[in-house]
């Protein structure tokens, strides 16, 4: 696919360039000054002008600066002053891109002459061409100063520590290294200012790998041998995104992603959502090894209430087959089980595992019903209509009342905080808090799924979103109309282009990590989209659930809100 100008970030050959060089009477720019500034503006390799002036630095130029730059006290007497020099100085540098040798040191110094004299700082972006010559030509130079590069490179101009010379000498190693850069797929400015950072990589020789990634949101996986895949991942800039792994991140993982990968595929996607719901069904379909979330979902449990039981009880259930009340998936079979707690805090239900014979034959009351904690149907200490009252609390509990379940919890931590028994209290509310949010979470998925088909304008007003069920079904925009599910029957998983089931249905963990995402998209975009149609219902008339949080003072607290 032909790439274009955008893809490529600023074309180099488009950007213009401010070299600057400074000298002062020393190295600190809060007690010395500038004595002279030399500048070069440049455009695609031609010159466009230059800048040159002495400057009064307001003080002795010592013998030192003198033997080194030939700058004497007679030679910037006459000068202007710096607050003379800078508006001239900043209507020349304009807002190109600042190059100098060590040019952080140069814009302290203006930057410092700028806040005395009530001007904001230098916002221009700035190329380091030390940094640069450090990355590009390490082995081939005695160092990096300015002038054993000049003399190591045969630029045309020689430096001698004066502003204009050195300036020259600098916008020629500049042109140097752009043509060396282009060797690591450097083709734009924002590729240029990000290549010293990838100073001792070992895995910079992949970095061709990246030249066909295009500066648009979309989904980027990392291919290893045989083509596996090793990692998917998403990025507002694919291309800005996939080459930070080869500067900014340090992680051992990365550094081992990089070297099994081999290539590196990308899909272009218009939206936050399309790209997210693209990224969650590759992960699960190839399920990477470098993706810590690859296969988290086989691992999501639900809280299932045996309702085919007699006795019905709580149990952490791997799958929600079988007759019975589903709350999940759960993220974890801790969070379930604290969940799981929380309701038999408030309701005692059986917590034995055995059959319940239909003559209660068990000689004394189980443990728990001992401690005062669970009922005992085993040995006739509650009868069947008795317990059914139980089970339909939890039911409601679960579903239309969840404030039969929690209110309980929250008088019972406001009751031990007050006692001072912060640890127990902060145990119910860790129960309260797992509960609260697995029955939000359930709420959030039954919603979507009865909206049925939704369609969602997007904040462009020219793209229309297709949600089937709470699963991306489509997007539109004009003539483009891109099928998610056929998409995703091509990568091989027709699961997920099936459409929904009822409400009444368990949510299948494999559908969990897309409804969760579709929801916070249209949640977070809520005050940017708006809803064309809707087979459903999309909204709720349940009452909102109160949150369970720490108070700064580690004391446990119960707030309602909105969630």
Known sequence: MQRSLDDLGTPLSRVTFCVLDLETTGGSPQTCGITEIGAVRYCGGERLGTFATFVDPGMAVPPAITMLTGITDAMVAPAPRVDSVLPSLLEFVGDAVIVGHNVRFDVSFLNAALASAGRGRLTNRIVDTAALARRLLTGEVRDHRLSSLAQALRLPNTPRH???????????????????????????????????????????????????????????????????????????????????????????????????????????????????????????????????????????????????????????????????LYLGPIGSSRSARLAIEAIETVVPLRRCTERVPATPNRAAPCTPFQLGVASCPCAATISADDYGRLVQRVVQGLTTRPDLLLDPLADRMDELARAERFEEAADV?????????????????????????????????????????????????????????????????????????????PVAKEDADELHCVDRWLRQEAHRTRIVEVDGTLSSSLPALPSFRPRTDGHPQRRAGLT
């Open 429 to 505: 509310r860790d129960r309260a808090a797992a509960l609260a949010a697995a029955i939000e979470r359930q709420r959030r998925f039954d919603r979507l799924r009865s909206a049925g088909r939704l369609v969602v304008e997007l904040a462009d007003a020219t793209r229309l979103a297709e949600i089937d069920g709470g699963r991306l079904w489509s997007v539109r925009a004009g003539e483009d109309h891109i099928d998610y599910a056929a998409d995703v029957v091509a990568l091989g998983d027709a699961r997920l282009a099936m459409s929904g089931l009822g409400v009444d249905t």
């Open 162 to 324: 004066r502003a204009l010379d050195d300036a020259l000498a600098t916008a020629d190693l500049l042109h140097v290294l752009i043509e060396r850069a282009s060797a690591f797929g450097v083709m734009g400015l924002e590729d240029l200012i990000e290549l010293p950072k990838l100073a001792g990589s070992p895995h910079a020789h992949k970095l061709r790998l990246t030249d066909p990634l295009p500066r648009r949101r979309g989904v980027y996986l990392f291919r290893g041998l045989g083509d596996e895949v090793l990692y998917v991942g998403k990025a507002t800039n694919l291309r800005a995104r996939v080459r930070s792994y080869f500067s900014t991140d340090e992680r051992r993982k990365v550094a081992s992603l990089l070297r099994e990968t081999q290539r590196i595929e990308h899909h272009e996607r218009a939206t936050e959502l399309e790209a997210a719901v693209t990224e969650i069904r590759l992960i699960h379909l190839h399920e990477p090894r470098y993706n810590r979330q690859g296969n988290r979902w086989r691992r999501y449990v639900y809280v299932k209430l045996t309702t085919a039981e007699r006795f019905p009880r709580l149990a952490v259930a791997r799958s929600a087959r079988g007759p019975g």
